[in-house]
Protein backbone atom coordinates (compact mmCIF):
# COMPACT_ATOMS: atom_id res chain seq x y z
CA UNK A 1 0.00 0.00 0.00
CA UNK A 2 1.09 3.35 -0.42
CA UNK A 3 1.84 5.26 2.76
CA UNK A 4 0.62 8.67 3.03
CA UNK A 5 2.50 11.08 5.40
CA UNK A 6 1.33 14.35 6.69
CA UNK A 7 3.07 17.35 8.70
CA UNK A 8 2.57 18.68 10.39
CA UNK A 9 -0.06 17.16 12.84
CA UNK A 10 -1.28 20.54 14.29
CA UNK A 11 -0.92 24.12 12.72
CA UNK A 12 -1.82 27.37 14.59
CA UNK A 13 -1.60 29.95 12.89
CA UNK A 14 -2.68 33.42 12.97
CA UNK A 15 -5.39 35.27 11.32
CA UNK A 16 -4.12 36.62 7.83
CA UNK A 17 -1.01 34.69 8.41
CA UNK A 18 0.10 31.99 5.66
CA UNK A 19 -0.11 28.44 6.18
CA UNK A 20 1.51 24.99 4.49
CA UNK A 21 0.56 21.26 4.97
CA UNK A 22 2.72 18.55 3.42
CA UNK A 23 2.44 15.45 2.11
CA UNK A 24 4.62 12.62 0.86
CA UNK A 25 4.02 9.32 -0.44
CA UNK A 26 6.06 6.49 -0.85
CA UNK A 27 6.20 5.86 -4.22
CA UNK A 28 5.83 8.36 -6.76
CA UNK A 29 2.08 9.28 -7.82
CA UNK A 30 3.03 9.56 -11.02
CA UNK A 31 0.64 7.47 -13.56
CA UNK A 32 1.31 5.91 -16.71
CA UNK A 33 -0.70 8.89 -18.36
CA UNK A 34 1.59 11.44 -16.79
CA UNK A 35 -0.67 12.71 -13.98
CA UNK A 36 -0.34 12.41 -9.84
CA UNK A 37 -3.52 11.82 -8.77
CA UNK A 38 -3.31 13.43 -5.45
CA UNK A 39 -5.98 15.61 -3.84
CA UNK A 40 -6.15 17.67 -0.90
CA UNK A 41 -9.48 17.25 1.04
CA UNK A 42 -10.95 19.83 3.88
CA UNK A 43 -12.86 18.83 7.12
CA UNK A 44 -14.88 21.41 8.47
CA UNK A 45 -15.94 20.46 12.21
CA UNK A 46 -18.79 18.38 12.05
CA UNK A 47 -19.10 18.41 8.53
CA UNK A 48 -18.31 16.11 5.63
CA UNK A 49 -14.85 16.47 4.02
CA UNK A 50 -15.01 18.48 0.69
CA UNK A 51 -12.26 18.15 -1.73
CA UNK A 52 -10.29 21.58 -2.26
CA UNK A 53 -7.64 20.35 -4.91
CA UNK A 54 -7.09 17.42 -7.31
CA UNK A 55 -4.57 15.88 -9.34
CA UNK A 56 -2.28 17.99 -7.61
CA UNK A 57 -2.24 21.34 -8.27
CA UNK A 58 -5.86 21.62 -9.69
CA UNK A 59 -8.22 24.02 -7.53
CA UNK A 60 -12.27 22.99 -7.72
CA UNK A 61 -14.64 25.21 -8.52
CA UNK A 62 -15.93 27.46 -5.46
CA UNK A 63 -12.66 27.12 -4.02
CA UNK A 64 -10.76 30.28 -2.75
CA UNK A 65 -8.20 31.36 -4.82
CA UNK A 66 -6.27 31.57 -1.38
CA UNK A 67 -5.88 28.02 -1.43
CA UNK A 68 -2.85 26.13 -3.55
CA UNK A 69 -1.69 23.10 -4.52
CA UNK A 70 1.66 21.82 -5.91
CA UNK A 71 4.16 19.04 -5.96
CA UNK A 72 4.73 15.76 -8.16
CA UNK A 73 6.35 12.76 -7.73
CA UNK A 74 6.15 11.76 -3.93
CA UNK A 75 6.25 15.52 -2.60
CA UNK A 76 2.99 17.50 -2.26
CA UNK A 77 2.00 20.81 -0.63
CA UNK A 78 -1.34 22.70 0.13
CA UNK A 79 -0.85 26.03 1.07
CA UNK A 80 -3.29 29.09 2.32
CA UNK A 81 -2.01 32.40 1.18
CA UNK A 82 -3.65 34.27 4.03
CA UNK A 83 -6.04 31.95 6.71
CA UNK A 84 -9.41 33.10 7.48
CA UNK A 85 -11.70 31.76 10.79
CA UNK A 86 -13.42 29.12 8.20
CA UNK A 87 -10.43 27.50 7.14
CA UNK A 88 -9.99 26.05 10.74
CA UNK A 89 -10.27 22.13 10.36
CA UNK A 90 -8.47 19.11 9.54
CA UNK A 91 -6.68 18.49 5.96
CA UNK A 92 -6.57 14.85 4.35
CA UNK A 93 -4.09 14.40 1.30
CA UNK A 94 -5.24 11.53 -0.66
CA UNK A 95 -3.95 9.58 -3.51
CA UNK A 96 -5.82 7.39 -6.31
CA UNK A 97 -2.91 6.61 -8.28
CA UNK A 98 -2.10 3.24 -6.95
CA UNK A 99 -5.13 1.09 -5.83
CA UNK A 100 -6.49 -0.79 -4.38
CA UNK A 101 -6.12 0.64 -1.73
CA UNK A 102 -6.43 4.25 -2.05
CA UNK A 103 -4.57 5.98 0.87
CA UNK A 104 -5.17 9.21 2.92
CA UNK A 105 -2.89 10.91 4.38
CA UNK A 106 -3.39 10.94 9.00
CA UNK A 107 -4.34 14.72 8.79
CA UNK A 108 -3.20 18.18 10.07
CA UNK A 109 -5.19 20.38 12.32
CA UNK A 110 -5.50 23.82 11.06
CA UNK A 111 -6.35 26.22 14.18
CA UNK A 112 -6.48 29.26 14.96
CA UNK A 113 -3.41 30.87 17.27
CA UNK B 1 -24.80 20.18 -7.87
CA UNK B 2 -25.31 16.24 -6.88
CA UNK B 3 -26.43 15.02 -3.71
CA UNK B 4 -25.64 11.32 -2.05
CA UNK B 5 -27.77 10.68 0.55
CA UNK B 6 -26.69 7.47 3.00
CA UNK B 7 -29.29 5.46 4.48
CA UNK B 8 -29.24 2.37 7.40
CA UNK B 9 -29.54 1.08 10.53
CA UNK B 10 -27.26 3.49 13.02
CA UNK B 11 -26.85 0.72 15.23
CA UNK B 12 -25.79 -3.01 14.20
CA UNK B 13 -25.18 -6.01 16.67
CA UNK B 14 -21.67 -7.49 16.95
CA UNK B 15 -21.13 -10.06 14.39
CA UNK B 16 -23.80 -9.15 12.42
CA UNK B 17 -23.79 -7.62 8.68
CA UNK B 18 -23.87 -3.83 7.98
CA UNK B 19 -25.82 -2.89 5.16
CA UNK B 20 -25.82 0.76 4.17
CA UNK B 21 -27.27 2.29 0.67
CA UNK B 22 -26.16 5.40 -1.00
CA UNK B 23 -28.97 7.65 -2.79
CA UNK B 24 -27.28 9.46 -5.82
CA UNK B 25 -29.68 12.92 -6.85
CA UNK B 26 -29.15 12.76 -10.87
CA UNK B 27 -27.87 9.97 -13.95
CA UNK B 28 -24.50 10.60 -13.04
CA UNK B 29 -24.67 6.61 -11.74
CA UNK B 30 -25.15 5.46 -15.24
CA UNK B 31 -22.06 6.54 -16.42
CA UNK B 32 -19.19 4.33 -16.96
CA UNK B 33 -16.86 7.78 -16.26
CA UNK B 34 -17.74 7.34 -12.08
CA UNK B 35 -16.01 5.52 -8.95
CA UNK B 36 -18.89 5.06 -6.38
CA UNK B 37 -16.70 4.58 -3.65
CA UNK B 38 -17.25 4.23 0.70
CA UNK B 39 -15.07 5.07 3.18
CA UNK B 40 -15.39 5.73 6.79
CA UNK B 41 -14.20 7.29 9.73
CA UNK B 42 -14.06 6.12 13.09
CA UNK B 43 -14.92 8.87 15.90
CA UNK B 44 -12.16 11.18 16.10
CA UNK B 45 -9.89 9.42 13.62
CA UNK B 46 -9.10 9.68 10.02
CA UNK B 47 -9.98 8.03 7.07
CA UNK B 48 -9.98 4.95 5.68
CA UNK B 49 -11.16 4.05 2.12
CA UNK B 50 -13.88 0.84 2.25
CA UNK B 51 -14.38 -0.33 -1.65
CA UNK B 52 -15.58 1.05 -4.86
CA UNK B 53 -17.74 -0.14 -7.79
CA UNK B 54 -17.26 1.34 -11.26
CA UNK B 55 -18.11 0.43 -14.68
CA UNK B 56 -21.43 -0.64 -14.28
CA UNK B 57 -20.52 -3.09 -11.96
CA UNK B 58 -16.73 -4.05 -10.91
CA UNK B 59 -15.84 -3.70 -7.62
CA UNK B 60 -12.52 -3.04 -5.85
CA UNK B 61 -12.00 -3.40 -2.03
CA UNK B 62 -9.40 -2.46 0.65
CA UNK B 63 -7.54 -5.73 1.65
CA UNK B 64 -7.65 -4.38 5.16
CA UNK B 65 -11.14 -5.36 5.21
CA UNK B 66 -10.19 -8.83 3.55
CA UNK B 67 -13.44 -10.66 2.15
CA UNK B 68 -15.86 -8.75 4.82
CA UNK B 69 -17.19 -6.30 2.70
CA UNK B 70 -19.82 -6.15 -0.91
CA UNK B 71 -20.76 -3.31 -2.84
CA UNK B 72 -23.49 -3.31 -5.42
CA UNK B 73 -24.87 -0.80 -7.90
CA UNK B 74 -28.73 -0.23 -9.06
CA UNK B 75 -28.70 2.19 -11.63
CA UNK B 76 -32.25 1.84 -11.87
CA UNK B 77 -32.66 3.32 -8.53
CA UNK B 78 -29.98 5.51 -8.45
CA UNK B 79 -28.22 3.62 -5.87
CA UNK B 80 -25.29 1.94 -4.59
CA UNK B 81 -25.00 -0.04 -1.29
CA UNK B 82 -22.72 -1.76 0.94
CA UNK B 83 -22.18 -4.97 2.94
CA UNK B 84 -19.71 -5.60 6.03
CA UNK B 85 -20.04 -8.87 7.41
CA UNK B 86 -19.04 -9.70 10.69
CA UNK B 87 -19.29 -6.61 12.56
CA UNK B 88 -17.16 -5.66 15.89
CA UNK B 89 -16.83 -2.31 17.76
CA UNK B 90 -14.27 -1.47 15.57
CA UNK B 91 -16.54 -1.00 12.41
CA UNK B 92 -17.76 1.95 14.64
CA UNK B 93 -17.80 5.20 12.19
CA UNK B 94 -19.71 7.33 10.25
CA UNK B 95 -19.84 5.86 6.95
CA UNK B 96 -19.49 8.32 3.90
CA UNK B 97 -20.43 7.37 0.12
CA UNK B 98 -18.63 9.36 -2.62
CA UNK B 99 -18.09 9.74 -6.06
CA UNK B 100 -15.27 10.48 -8.42
CA UNK B 101 -13.59 10.20 -11.82
CA UNK B 102 -11.84 7.32 -11.97
CA UNK B 103 -8.12 8.80 -11.64
CA UNK B 104 -9.25 11.08 -8.75
CA UNK B 105 -11.58 8.40 -7.19
CA UNK B 106 -13.19 10.88 -5.02
CA UNK B 107 -14.55 14.25 -5.71
CA UNK B 108 -18.18 14.36 -4.08
CA UNK B 109 -19.73 13.39 -0.71
CA UNK B 110 -22.51 12.53 1.16
CA UNK B 111 -23.42 13.92 4.36
CA UNK B 112 -22.66 10.33 5.95
CA UNK B 113 -23.85 8.31 8.47
CA UNK B 114 -22.85 7.34 11.84
CA UNK B 115 -22.81 3.40 12.47
CA UNK B 116 -22.72 2.09 15.84
CA UNK B 117 -22.05 -1.73 16.61
CA UNK B 118 -23.06 -2.29 19.85
CA UNK B 119 -25.21 -5.25 21.77
Known amino acids: DVVMTQSPLSLPVTLGQPASISCRSS???????????LSWFQQRPGQSPRRLIY???NRDSGVPDRFSGSGSGTEFTLKISRVEAEDVGIYYC??????????FGGGTKVEIK | QLQLQESGPGLVTPSETLSLTCTVS??????????WSWIRQPPGKGLEWIGS???????SYNPSLRTRATMSIDTSRRQFSLKLTSVTAADTAVYYC???????????WGQGTLVTVSS
Open chain 2, 98 to 108: TRGLSGDKVDY
Open chain 2, 26 to 35: DDSISSYSYF
Open chain 2, 53 to 59: VYDGGST
Open chain 1, 27 to 37: QSLVYSDGVAY
Open chain 1, 55 to 57: RAS
Open chain 1, 94 to 103: MQGTHWPPVT
